[in-house]
């Protein structure tokens, strides 16, 4: 059972890639955190540029956050610097196998996951990553990151038990609009409801205006009850300021959208006012983030508690099951595992699916309407 896992293995990223270097590579050298007689390693981008590498320095201080509540766990975890790079991830996925890890932490770039797996998998090492890219997965390398097919699942399918199941939907013309559409349209079948329009714009201000206004076009005929905008940034806000320049107001229509609308731009977004969107429960992480600025003196990044929750997952598994457990059977469980972000697991092919509550955007703050499921049945997996 889930919770039997959960108190086994656990207590107290858009897909980024910079170009491969083809310049040979130092030694891998890196950081041990620990002293047991198990070794995981866990792949940063310590080197990079940017927000990657302060990406890295706080899952490096997660990573040793989670030591510290399981002072007694017999594990070391070998910190690799994989530069943000495929012929990076080689290298330190390579190093980390030579110092005998028996489970791979990251990388966090999609290509960089893609290196890493083609160098594991032969030595059948697992991996648990961090890219939101699904086409990375297999099995044998797990997405550990918020993937965009548990959003849709979880938000459509509640908008579908308030009967909010005609849809209108704006998705961007890009890889993550099109993992959106395939979830959709299974959830939506599933559910008995329809889709009356679907439009995919361009990443630019005129393709979006010319699609939001077609789709305004049709809301106002009256056979649609929610507008799905699922993307992030400044696109849901732009689209709803858009749609209700055409008419369309959020006091008559139910806007549904994504994890990605826990963010202040689209919090404070007057049009969506009234919207609907999944995201993990927010105790949690408030919690987790609590000790991290105690211990490090820093805010962490959002992910960040996906390596402290990769970290606690890999102490439960060694604490139970000893060096051997990280198995695709003992990863796979379909009870799951409990972590910061709420309750998580791996399928077979490696992606991951999360039980999600869903908040109400009111006066530019989230406010939970509906709790996460207290299980994967539950939530319709």
Do not use: H
Not at 21 to 41: I, S
Not at 79 to 98: C, F, S, W, Y
Not at 293 to 320: F, H, M, W
């Amino acid at each position: 059972m889930m919770a039997a896992m959960a108190a086994l293995t656990l207590a107290a990223c858009t897909s980024m890639d910079v170009p491969t270097l083809q310049e040979a590579l130092p030694p891998v050298e890196g950081e041990v955190l620990g002293t047991g007689t198990t070794k995981v390693a866990l792949l940063l981008p310590l080197s990079a540029t940017g927000n990657a590498a302060q990406l890295a320095k706080d899952m490096r201080n997660a990573a040793d956050l989670a030591l510290r509540e399981f002072p007694s766990a017999n594990i070391q975890i070998l910190i690799k610097d994989d530069r943000g790079t495929p012929n990076g991830a080689r290298a330190a996925t390579t190093a980390a196998l030579a110092e005998g890890a028996q489970l791979i932490l990251g990388p966090v770039f999609s290509q960089a996951v893609v290196a890493t797996g083609s160098v594991a998998k032969p030595a059948a090492v697992p991996v648990i990553a961090f890219s939101t890219d699904s086409t990375t997965a297999s099995k044998g390398v797990y997405l550990m990151s918020f993937m965009p097919q548990s959003d849709v699942d979880r938000i459509v399918s509640y908008a579908a038990s308030q009967g909010k199941q005609s849809l209108a939907v704006l998705l961007p013309a890009n890889a993550y609009g099109t993992v959106v559409e395939a979830t959709l349209q299974r959830v939506v079948a599933n559910s008995g409801g329809r889709i009356q329009i679907l439009e995919r714009y361009n990443l630019d201000r005129t393709s979006m205006q010319e699609k939001a206004t077609a789709v305004a076009a049709v809301v106002k005929q009256g056979t649609v009850n929610a507008v799905f905008l699922p993307d992030g940034g400044d696109a849901a806000p732009f689209l709803a300021q858009i749609l209700a320049a055409n008419g369309v107001s959020p006091t008559s229509i139910q806007y549904l959208g994504s994890g990605q609308w826990n963010d202040p731009r689209a919090l404070a977004e007057s049009n969506l006012a009234g919207g609907w969107f999944p995201g993990p429960e927010m105790s949690g992480f408030q919690a987790f983030a609590a000790k991290f600025r105690a211990a490090y003196g820093n805010e962490p990044v959002r992910n960040a508690s996906l390596a402290y929750d990769a970290v606690s997952l890999a102490i439960g598994v060694s604490t139970r099951f000893g060096a051997e457990g990280f198995t695709d059977k003992v990863l796979t469980n379909p009870s799951g595992f409990v972590g910061v972000d709420g309750a998580f697991r791996f399928t077979a092919t490696g992606t991951s699916q999360r039980a999600l509550a869903v908040y109400q955007l009111q006066r530019g703050q989230p406010v939970m309407i509906s709790p996460p499921p207290t299980t994967f049945s539950a939530a319709g997996f």
